[in-house]
């Protein structure tokens, strides 16, 4: 089946650096989703990005829609330890019906070093 | 709003025992998910409904059944439990259109051992 590729697979990082994230296919994607994970709780969604090129931002996250259809790019700006987590990129690939079935990456975990 | 909620958060079965979870959400979502959570591979599909009364399999269904009896809850159940079915399960919910149709909500997850 389809599948997401997510890179890093984890990050281990100083307090105060910024982070970037990202998620590629061999496919074109009408949707692109970026979700946190804490530890030992459900997926939460971060942003939600609709249309080639968009940018968006949530506080000191910001997320694009690239061009090509074919990626997504997550960047954290000056990190904090409650940004420890995993990072999961999704998508909603073109032709694939009415039934918001998504397709993840593996994620991406997050460590923060005070 | 409780969002998605999900019973119970924690069971441990013995090989061959069955048990059914359950999936609920308070927000009209038409759309709801069942997916499995296991290291390193990310959140896999295992049954999917659209609607009350339909339910469809997702990429790894086998050992598994639900049902959609009612619009806000869905169920997942197994038979007959297998060691390779310990994982963390997560539902989740969508509308089916309009704003925010794809972003999936998430519920807190049934963490299940089977021994």
């Known amino acids: 089946g389809q599948q997401l590729n997510q890179s890093p697979q984890s990050m281990f990082i100083q307090e105060g650096e910024d982070v970037s994230m990202n998620c590629t296919s061999s496919?074109?994607?009408?949707?692109w989703l970026w979700y946190k994970q804490d530890p030992g709780e459900g997926p939460v969604l971060l942003i939600a990005l609709y249309k080639a090129g968009e940018l968006t931002s949530n506080g000191r996250l910001t997320a694009q829609f690239g061009i090509t259809r074919k990626d997504s790019f997550l960047n954290i700006s000056a990190s904090i330890p409650s940004d420890v987590g995993i990072y999961f990129c999704?998508?909603?690939?073109?032709?694939?019906?009415?039934?918001?079935?998504?397709?993840f990456g593996q994620g991406t975990t997050l460590q923060v070093k005070p | 709003n409780a969002g998605v909620t999900q019973t119970p958060k924690f069971r441990v079965l013995k090989t061959g025992q069955s048990m059914t979870l359950l999936c609920a959400q308070d927000m009209n979502h038409e759309y709801m998910y069942w997916y499995r959570q296991d290291p390193g591979m990310g959140l896999r599909l295992i049954h999917y409904?659209?609607?009350?009364?339909?339910?469809a399999k997702g990429e790894v269904p086998d050992g598994y059944n639900v049902s959609r009896l009612k619009k806000q809850n869905f169920l997942l159940g197994l038979e007959s439990a297998a060691p390779s079915q310990t994982s963390v399960y997560f539902c989740a919910s969508t509308h089916s259109r309009g704003a925010g149709f794809n972003e999936q909500f998430f519920g807190p997850g049934t963490r299940l051992t089977v021994l």
């Open positions: 409904s659209v609607g009350e009364g339909t339910t």
């Open positions: 999704a998508g909603r690939p073109n032709g694939s019906g009415n039934t918001g079935k998504l397709i």
């Open positions: 496919s074109i994607f009408n949707t």
